[in-house]
């Protein structure tokens, strides 16, 4: 009995949650009026019918594990395109656009968009000349819903085209007990970059095995990046309008675990590609 009431505790927050996020809004006369009937109020309709819309909201899609994920963003992806992404923060807006030939994490990012996971979410780690980072928030919303859309991790997707250049969209991941380098499928970053030298690129082909190609020495050189980064988190996306908007995130002051001192709350939404 007691984990049936708690069930039903937290199916009740979810259809809350539900509303707070565009599923509509009870008319306000029936929030303040009841009436009685046999035993019956109003309000009691209320939250029956909101315990009935947060169990079809679960049973919508399934929870997705490291088991099911790679087969059920596939099939998403097949059916729901997009790859252009409109980023709001509190510095401005961003434009992102994410990889084709980089299927389940662009897959992945669509379908938490779609979801409403980031709208919104909060950056929780800035490191100048290096990363803004979002997505992994601890707000109990946030962690809600990483419990009703499933926890689960991404399967490494690396491309010799696809590097940590001033820009690049990124996922982030454990490293500890990790060496298949999976993804987490909540937590993402832009790189800020830093410049890098000729001796930096030369060094990573020598200790890593990397052939940059002229081409990406070159853009390396020109625009900077994170080339440590390379082939050690899945690159899937690219931003493409909004530096400014980034230069500004990662000159917020933060504490010394790297999280802001003033709260980065940003929202993500797709746009028509």
Known sequence: MKSTGLTLIFILGLALLTFSCGGGNPDPDLQTTSF???ELFLEDVIIDSLAVQAKQAMLAYPALSNSNCEEFLSDWSAVHVCNRFQLSTSKGEMVLETFDDVPLHSANFHYKVARNYYAPSE???IVPEFVVQ???SEDTRAQEL???IGKHTLPAEFRADRLHFRGALAMGRTYDGNPEKRSASYDFYIVVGRSVSPDELA???REKGIIYTPKQKDRYLREGGTPHLDFEH???GQLKSGFDALNALAREPT??????LRRQEFRLKALEN
């Open 36 to 38: 009685k009937g046999p």
């Open 123 to 125: 950056f929780v780690r």
């Open 134 to 136: 979002g997505g992994n």
């Open 146 to 148: 990483r419990w009703l």
């Open 203 to 205: 060094r990573l082909e």
């Open 234 to 236: 899945t690159v899937f």
């Open 255 to 260: 504490d010394g675990s790297d999280w802001p």
